[in-house]
Nanobody, 122 residues
């Protein structure tokens, strides 16, 4: 499966963005999806994950209540809705897919999108 992330951009603090992750080559069915971010000099960190059925989600403490992950398997697309954005949310955001894992360890995700830059600044 190939993943294409999009939707990043420049937004003011308090604003919102919705990231999309479109799969091709295979449907998203049966893949767990994770949205990670990586700021310069920092490790890649899971922000939100959803299991293959969409029934279980998990979030980093720093984004709970502000970010929401969802999936639409009919459209082969996963989303990350980001609200109340802060300057600390500035990073490159990546979507990733795994056939067997939906946790926070990035090494267990088999497929990665190319990343989309999110910059939160006034």
């Amino acid at each position: 499966v190939q993943l294409q992330a999009s939707g990043g951009g420049l937004v003011q603090p308090g604003g919102s963005l919705r990231l999309s992750c479109v799969a091709s080559g295979s449907g998203l069915d049966y893949y767990a999806i994770g949205w990670f971010r990586q700021a310069p000099g920092e490790e890649r960190e899971l922000m939100a994950g959803v299991n293959w059925s969409g029934g279980t989600t998990n979030y980093a403490d720093s984004v709970k209540g502000r970010f929401h992950i969802s999936r639409d398997d009919a459209k082969n697309t996963a989303y990350l809705q980001m609200n109340s954005l802060k300057p600390d949310d500035t990073a490159v955001y990546y979507c990733a897919a795994s056939t067997y894992y939906s946790g926070s360890d990035p090494t267990k995700y088999e497929y990665w999108g190319q990343g989309t830059q999110v910059t939160v600044s006034s």
